[in-house]
């Protein structure tokens, strides 16, 4: 079970956008840089978003990061069909002394 | 460019083992730890635990404990991920990813193993 909460599924009409939700804890999301990660069907996971806001190079500004207390948020503006994927929040935990993944969730372009 | 190379799927026994090979190109192995995660049916990604590329020297999540071994042939750029005892349950794709301030930039494409 993972300590990092995400609803399962989010949906939008094409063009429209979503937000997905990461909630964690002070020993994690807290105290530390939060990322995202996209998996594309049938696909390795792609980095999305580091150090809570940051996109690395070829990641479209479509998808942005934030932070606030023990949550994280991603953002896809300009939703496109292509953008049907899983999502993960990742962050180390301080507590745990490990790398933590949120439960996932599954966008949806309708 | 900077990527990681896996191993082709396996298909093994139960009580049997597997050895899983992530070969590094296009940057500096022993600059960046590798990562292992494991995404099981029916399950989200799950972080295996680490292997420090400068010494080798590996940290496992507490349910990775026991029967899984990261190790390192610094000289040909390759980090294992090796599984003893397979179990049914342990049938996924398996990942290695480099370590970057705490994020997983580069990804292998993943090997599937099948019990």
């Known amino acids: 079970q993972s300590v990092l909460t995400q609803p399962p599924s989010v949906s939008a009409a094409p063009r429209q956008k979503v937000t997905i939700s990461c909630s964690g804890r002070n020993s994690n999301i807290g105290n530390n840089s939060v990322s995202w990660y996209q998996q594309l069907p049938g696909a390795a996971p792609k980095l999305l978003i580091y150090e809570n806001e940051k996109r690395p190079s070829g990641i479209p500004d479509r998808f942005s990061g934030s932070k606030s207390g023990t949550s994280a948020t991603l953002g896809i503006t300009g939703l496109q069909t292509g953008d049907e994927a899983d999502y993960y929040c990742g962050v180390w935990d301080s507590s745990l002394i490990g790398y933590v993944f949120g439960t996932g969730t599954k966008v949806t372009a309708l | ?115």
Not at chain 2, 24 to 32: E, K, R
Not at chain 2, 80 to 91: E, G, T
């Open chain 2, 1 to 115: 460019q900077e990527q990681l190379v896996q191993s082709g799927s396996e298909l093994k026994k139960p009580g049997a083992s597997v050895r899983v090979s992530c070969k590094a190109s296009g940057y500096t192995f022993t600059s960046y730890a590798m990562n292992w995660v494991r995404l099981a049916p029916g399950r989200g990604l799950e972080w295996m635990g680490w292997i420090e590329t400068n010494s080798g020297s590996p940290t496992y999540a507490q349910d990775f404990r026991g029967r899984f071994v990261f190790s390192l042939d610094t000289s040909v750029a390759t980090a294992y991920l090796q599984i003893n005892n397979l179990q049914v349950n342990d049938s996924a794709v398996y990942y290695c990813a480099r370590v970057n301030f705490h994020c997983m930039d580069v990804w292998g494409r993943g090997t599937t193993v099948t019990v």
